[in-house]
Structures are given as structure tokens and as C-alpha cells.
């Protein structure tokens, strides 16, 4: 057996990243599957005849099919709206819904609620109708009249623990007909070291949700505040008066269908309307 010379290459050198077995030329799958980025029929990724398929683009695909609930920004109905968001189109949110796995240490989170509720003789899903984890956050959207039983379980069990409501938090959804009102809160567990939003919905018609001051005394401002804005009515609360705007103060200033008013300006001798009233007359 002779030695090679030092520098000189075989006669069929290997390729530097050989394919692994049963891969087909093109960076096709064994089975015909395309790769990441590519649909069927198509070249390379962003190809005339290729479509890219990530799931940011599918999201915003799926986000534009949702029926049209608000035009504009200031309710215009019937003149152009000067404001420059007159083409706004506000889409219809979708109900989020998260399957398992949801990862980290949100599944266990998960499976110890779900076995304090029971131990308290009430099923995870009749308490809690949708679990979603989003962004590094996990949130159960809980059944009103079943609010405090999920913030007992979550404060009093050795495994979930979580001690401190950070804050409550009022939005409002016009257009989700039935849950318009939306109380969010804030959870944190000290011996953990994890977070939890708890959100909670009532129709506008009835927006009653239960206080939860016996379970957590820090959200007594947070659901004044709540209330004083939104008109979120916290059965239970001791004293729930307004805390931003005067007594008489009339309406919830940050609801979405609240007037939006407005100061005039003067500039120059010529007086600039308010955003509400600013049309274009023709």
C-alpha cells in the first residue's frame, strides 16, 4: 500500500456536506415532502412559482379572512373622516385557544389547578373555558361566577402558590358581542418565581364580575379604578367609588364607544376642532 502525497486530493473527492441517505436532489424530503419555506410545486422560497408558508404569514392571512367590525377611527358614518383613519378596518379578534403542550412550567401549572378544582369538586374545564400561552405568558380565561374558586386554588395550593395580584385591568370589546367586558388580572408566585394573567369576561349588559378582595386585599384600588373607567361592576367590593374621575363624573372615560370630545385649538386666528369633529363636508 503506497501513501498519498502530501496536498494531493483523491481522484473522486466527497462532497463537503454529503446529503444523508434516502435525501433527493434539491433539498427535497425522502417521499417527495418539500422543504421549510416551500409549497409544492414550487422552487427555492420567494420563486415565482413558490409561496412562502411561515407561520407569521399564515397568521396574517387567517387574521385578514375575519369579518370587518369598525371602519375608521371615530365612528364616521356618514362624511369622509379627515383624521387619517378613515381607511382603518378593525377585524373581528379571534378566539385563541392553545393545545398541549404548552411548555415550560405552564403545563404544570395546568395539572395542579386542574386537580385543586377537582379536589373542591368542580372540573377544570367547567371553571376555565380556554387556556392560552402566548408570547411567554400563560392565561386562563375563567367562567365569572367561578372566579373565586379559581383564585382560592391558585393562592392556597403548596404547588401553585400565587400569593400577589399585581393589578386588575379593565378592556373593552365592542364587538365581542355577549363578553364586551373584559377584567384582567395580574398573578405572580413569590416561591415559585412564576406569572399568571387570569382574565375574566361579562356582557355589557350585565357587567357584574365577583370582587376578589377576600382573596387578594392589594386589588381594592385596582378594581375602584377598573370600575371608574370601564363601569365593570365588582360584586362584593366594600367601597367601589370612583378613584381617578370626580363623583359626579358621568360615563366610563375609557371605554371604546365613550365619546372621545376634545379640546379646540387656536392657531394663528383659525380654531381647530377636536378629533370627533373634524369632517370633510362636500
Not at 435525501?23 to 427555492?44: D, E, K, M, S, T
Not at 378544582?117 to 408570547?135: C, I, N, T, Y
Not at 386589588?219 to 373607567?229: A, I, L, M, V
Request: proline content about 12%; hydrophobic content about 35%; charged content about 25%.
Amino acid at each position: 500500500m503506497t501513501e498519498k502525497p502530501p496536498g494531493k486530493q483523491p481522484a473522486n473527492p466527497q462532497p463537503a456536506n454529503p446529503q444523508p441517505s434516502g435525501a433527493q436532489p434539491g433539498g427535497a424530503q425522502p417521499g417527495g415532502a418539500p422543504p421549510a419555506g416551500i409549497r409544492p410545486g414550487g422552487g427555492p422560497a420567494g420563486g415565482p412559482s413558490s409561496e412562502l408558508v411561515a407561520p407569521a404569514a399564515l397568521a396574517g392571512r387567517e387574521r385578514l379572512s375575519e369579518p370587518v367590525v369598525r371602519r375608521g377611527m371615530f365612528g364616521v358614518q356618514d362624511t369622509p373622516d379627515t383624521s387619517g383613519y378613515g381607511g382603518l378596518l378593525v377585524r373581528q379578534s379571534p378566539r385563541l385557544s392553545s393545545p398541549r403542550p404548552y411548555g415550560g412550567y405552564f403545563d404544570e401549572v395546568a395539572d395542579r389547578l386542574g386537580d385543586a378544582l377537582e379536589r373542591a369538586g368542580l372540573a377544570f374545564s367547567e371553571a376555565v373555558e380556554r387556556v392560552v400561552a402566548d408570547r411567554g405568558e400563560l392565561t386562563f380565561y375563567v367562567r365569572r361566577e367561578h372566579l373565586l374558586a379559581v383564585a382560592r386554588e391558585l393562592r392556597d395550593d403548596p404547588a401553585l402558590a400565587f400569593e400577589l395580584c399585581l393589578g386588575v385591568s379593565g378592556v373593552h370589546y365592542p364587538a365581542d358581542a355577549g363578553n364586551e367586558l373584559h377584567a384582567v388580572y395580574h398573578l405572580v408566585s413569590i416561591t415559585h418565581n412564576r406569572r399568571l394573567r387570569v382574565e375574566v369576561s361579562a356582557p355589557d349588559a350585565d357587567p357584574h364580575i365577583p370582587s376578589v378582595m377576600s382573596v387578594y386585599p392589594t386589588s381594592d384600588w385596582h378594581e375602584r379604578e377598573t370600575w371608574d373607567f370601564f363601569g365593570i361592576i365588582f360584586d362584593g367590593h366594600p367601597a367601589l367609588t370612583r378613584i381617578e374621575m370626580p363623583d359626579d363624573w358621568k360615563g366610563h372615560p375609557q371605554r371604546k364607544d365613550y365619546p372621545l370630545g376634545g379640546i379646540p385649538v387656536e392657531y394663528r386666528g383659525a380654531t381647530v376642532p377636536p378629533p370627533d369633529e373634524r369632517r370633510a363636508y362636500q
